[in-house]
């Protein structure tokens, strides 16, 4: 096994501000130390990695004793919902190398925590290549929690031989969930897309944890390992930034769970033909999709009175085309069916739907046509409520948009109707990452850090309009409200005699810099 050089790659360093080349090269000395000790255990051919390219394996260390796995503290823990968030979920956390026999306590009290659910170790291998990048081997462990009571606090620790999580000497690691409640209740959730490493995504993640959300979603290019993007072998890559976002993101993901999707950033092409394979081996989401195996972006879970369905937008994207066409119809199809599954249930009042790529928007990669055909349409016959989407790194959001035409402005303070409006798009891209420019051709006012069209300013923008990476100029009525800045969506959703969704962004700061509200009927 390689070890690593403790200086940044070139490449790698040219993306990254300073705070993260401190941050890359401090984890990098401990990583070295790390990889060393692993590089002994192979040796004695303990370690198994998937360097043929195939999807990660679960595994143990039958020889690791407990003096060696009390130095080999866990941490990136992450929670996720199963199918039904009332009685499932899902913990993940990574550890420096292989344990033996990992597990989560779990109870009702912080000092009971009496129940005991073994995990599992997914490894993942990722190879070398001279000059551009060293060999790593990561350990991920997954937990599956079922049965679980609906609207009830959980404590949890996490461990493995020689690290019991209950001990006094690891107490202070700890953390608590709630599960969904049996019967709809207000309740809120954030979201944003392309967050990355670094201290204007950590900063979104304190403003989150300040919203009190039941769960977050990320609209996908999660932590940017991959820093071109196009989904191929060729990208500039170092999977040792996962560590890092892992790391950053355990403050809020260890108590909120995270419900991500794909992204193009996403895509990493060194583990699986589509490039899910890091995927596989780092979350543990739903498996209401069509194919949790080859499409682990798509599935669907209901939460109170709201069905939320993620999709995975490389597949259909004109844009980048790396996976176009990847699920051979079968994710929209499949969306298809939940949309009017969703739309036909007593129970449910609203539905939103999260991906990556842009229908409606005006920044740096504009819209997708790829998406405004495969699933527009789909969105305009069953009434979705409310689309967010990442992939441009600002915020923007539209008017009701129904068949690719205004159906109703919808002003900062606004109230709309999907069922006789149209569906309101928003833009939710400033998690973090570097920011955008947005494209001139509009007469905008400005109020603060706010960035508002006069009524009737269009737009001139682009879209994809076809695989071939043509593009083809628009200019567009639909733009209502755009913001560069950080940014975090927040939608507070009411229930009872008057359901709505109460829809913020906020700056970075906290400051409220659009809000609308969705109810239908109103």
Not at 96 to 119: E, F, H, M, Q
Not at 148 to 161: K, R
Not at 428 to 448: I, N, V, W
Request: one cysteine or more; glycine letters at 10%; aromatic letters at 10%.
């Amino acid at each position: 096994m390689e070890t690593p050089d403790v200086g940044i790659p070139p490449d790698l360093a040219r993306r990254m501000s300073m705070p993260e080349q401190y941050e890359y090269l401090r984890t990098r000395f401990g990583r070295r130390r790390a990889l060393l000790t692993a590089g002994a255990v192979a040796a004695g051919g303990l370690l198994t990695g998937c360097s043929d390219g195939s999807a990660p394996r679960t595994r143990e260390s039958a020889s690791a004793s407990a003096t060696q796995g009390a130095a080999l503290p866990p941490f990136g823990r992450h929670l996720a919902f199963g199918a039904d968030p009332r009685t499932q979920m899902r913990i993940a956390w990574q550890v420096p190398r292989a344990v033996r026999k990992p597990y989560v306590r779990i109870g009702l009290r912080p000092d009971d925590l009496s129940r005991r659910i073994a995990a599992e170790v997914r490894d993942l291998h990722t190879p070398g290549v001279e000059g551009v990048r060293l060999a790593l081997d990561q350990f991920y462990v997954h937990a599956a929690l079922d049965r679980l009571t609906p609207g009830t606090t959980y404590y949890y620790g996490v461990g493995h031989d020689g690290f019991d999580p209950a001990s006094p000497a690891h107490r202070s690691t700890l953390a608590r969930f709630r599960t969904a409640p049996a019967a709809p209740a207000a309740f809120t959730f954030t979201a944003f897309g392309d967050q990355g490493v670094g201290e204007a995504a950590a900063a979104n993640d304190h403003l989150m944890l300040r919203q009190a959300p039941a769960f977050h979603l990320h609209a996908g290019d999660l932590c940017y390992a991959d820093g071109t993007g196009h989904g191929k072998k060729t990208d500039g890559y170092d999977p040792g930034f996962w560590d890092l976002f892992m790391k950053q993101n355990e403050q809020v993901a260890r108590t909120v769970p995270w419900m991500v999707t794909t992204g193009n950033h996403d895509m990493e092409a060194w583990y699986s033909p589509e490039g899910y394979g890091g995927q596989l081996a780092r979350w543990s989401l739903p498996d209401s999709g069509f194919d949790a195996t080859s499409t682990p972006g798509a599935y669907t879970f209901t939460y109170g009175n709201v069905g939320v369905v993620a999709l995975d937008a490389n597949d259909v994207s004109y844009e980048i085309t790396a996976n176009l066409g990847h699920s051979d119809g079968r994710q929209t199809a499949w969306l298809e069916r939940t949309l009017k599954e969703l739309r036909a249930a007593p129970h449910i009042d609203f539905v939103v739907v999260f991906f990556h790529h842009c229908a409606y928007s005006t920044s740096a990669h504009a819209s997708d046509g790829g998406v405004r055909k495969a699933w527009v349409p789909l969105f305009d016959r069953h009434r979705v409520d409310l689309v967010i989407n990442g992939h441009n790194h600002v915020y923007e959001r539209t008017d009701a948009v129904r068949g690719g035409a205004v159906g109703r402005a919808v002003p900062i303070g606004g109230t709309t109707d999907p069922a006789r409006d149209g569906i309101v798009y928003v833009t939710a891209g400033g998690g973090g990452r570097d920011l955008y420019g947005l494209r001139p051709g509009s007469k905008e006012s400005f109020e603060g850090h706010e960035e508002r069209h006069a009524d009737n300013a269009a737009v001139d923008s682009f879209v994809w309009a076809t695989p071939s990476r043509r593009t083809k100029n628009e200019t567009v009525p639909w733009s209502r409200v755009r913001y560069r800045g950080f940014s975090l969506l927040k939608v507070e959703v009411e229930t009872g005699a008057r359901p709505r969704l109460k829809v913020s962004a906020l700056a970075g700061d906290g400051t409220r810099i659009d809000h609308f509200e969705v109810e239908r009927g109103a």
